[in-house]
């Protein structure tokens, strides 16, 4: 492990909340993001927590009292009707050789709002009765979506003329590139799954069901998309002070 090498691997009965912690100041100071910081610490966390269960170890997690960066929260990038339209008008556009999954991937994620991997990793047995399931997901939990007619015959299709999908992401990311489209780094892999959450609150879905579609195990994470809730908006001058006189 690199951290290992950085401090000089010591024993792990002997890594200290104190060392760690400089060696973690010192890779946000050459330009690591918190959030990468954040999983390395969750990952080492978990290793002795591991050991600890199946007492390999007899000591508690050194890093256990350690806190993680505090992340600022960024907004969230989701396409507009246009902008998904100029997305699909290249997609179909381009050469006859391209990857023939692409299009497809992108209609299941904007239509369910699946992570790209759990679109990827459909399957003809994953699609029946007007509905998809995703098994492989982020948390371990089988959720499923309803679908069109239309979308589950030409996924059925698809799959009878072209076979399973394969890896689309690099075509994906090559395509965004034609487009007009401007993002924040990083977003571009999820930014159809937060498309579609966004237009399902604009249309005035309800933020538990979006919970259960989404599959985020906390609704406090489904609440980044709650500001868009025309409620939402609505009740932002129903239900606040009245200011009326101080406009006369």
């Known amino acids: 492990m690199n951290m290992a090498a950085r401090l000089k691997d010591p024993a792990a009965i002997k890594l200290t909340p104190t060392a760690y912690m400089k060696d973690r100041r010192n890779r946000s100071e050459s330009g690591i993001t918190d959030k990468t910081l954040n999983n390395e610490l969750t990952y080492i966390r978990a290793v002795y927590n591991e050991l600890y269960a199946l007492d390999q170890v007899k000591y508690e997690n050194p890093l256990a009292k350690v806190k993680p960066l505090k992340l600022q929260q960024i907004e969230l990038s989701w396409l507009t009707q ?103 780094k990083g977003q571009a892999a999820h930014v159809l799954r937060h498309t579609f959450a966004s237009h399902f609150m604009m249309n005035g879905g309800n933020i538990l069901t979006l919970q259960k579609i989404l599959g985020h195990s906390a609704v406090t994470v489904t609440m980044r998309y709650a500001h868009l809730s025309q409620d939402h908006l609505t009740e932002a001058c129903r239900l606040g002070p009245s200011l009326v006189q101080y406009f006369a």
């Open 82 to 184: 246009d902008q998904i339209q100029e997305l699909l008008d290249v997609i179909r556009s381009r050469s006859a050789g391209a990857n023939p999954h692409l299009e497809l991937i992108v209609l299941v994620c904007l239509a369910t709002g699946a992570r790209w991997s759990e679109a990827e990793n459909l399957k003809p047995s994953s699609v029946r009765n007007r509905a998809v399931t995703f098994s492989n997901t982020k948390n371990g939990k089988v959720r499923t979506v309803p679908i069109s007619q239309e979308m589950e015959q030409r996924l059925l299709q698809h799959w009878k003329t072209y076979g399973p999908f394969t890896s689309s992401i690099g075509a994906f990311r090559r395509a965004l590139e034609k487009t007009t489209i401007e993002l924040p």
